[in-house]
Nanobody
Framework: QVQLQESGGGLVQPGGSLRLSCEAS????????MGWYRQSPGKTRELVAR???????EYADSVKGRFTISRGSGRGSVWLQMNSLKLEDTAVYYC????????????????WGQGTQVTVSS
């Protein structure tokens, strides 16, 4: 079974840093694009950052200059380095892959991790 597993969330003070990790588990062929979304209570899920295997990167305006997304050399790893964290960055952060090609399954679409909580508080 193909899954995305996040780690690295936690409690941090304003101005601090956290690094989120996401690893795909299971037998996969390729994951071309991966990204991070977040959702705060009472708000809709929003894009934080995403990248493709070709190197294209997109950031939400609210995190530009503070967050950095990077892909691992393997097929299914993505990280989110978050610096200069603000109170408004508090949310559950989700790893996402639009498509995952897997043997015996074909192409899975719109795959999400279970989320990891990031709390910025003094």
């Amino acid at each position: 079974q193909v899954q995305l597993q996040e780690s690295g969330g936690g409690l941090v003070q304003p101005g601090g840093s956290l690094r989120l990790s996401c690893e795909a588990s299971g037998n996969i062929f390729t994951i071309n694009a991966m990204g991070w979304y977040r959702q705060s209570p009472g708000k809709t899920r929003e894009l934080v950052a995403r990248t493709t295997s070709g190197g294209t990167v997109e950031y939400a305006d609210s995190v530009k200059g503070r967050f950095t997304i990077s892909r691992g050399s393997g097929r299914g790893s993505v990280w989110l380095q978050m610096n200069s964290l603000k109170l408004e960055d508090t949310a559950v952060y989700y790893c996402h892959a639009p498509q995952i090609a897997a043997p015996g399954v074909g192409v899975l679409t719109d795959v999400w991790g279970q989320g990891t909580q990031v709390t910025v508080s003094s």
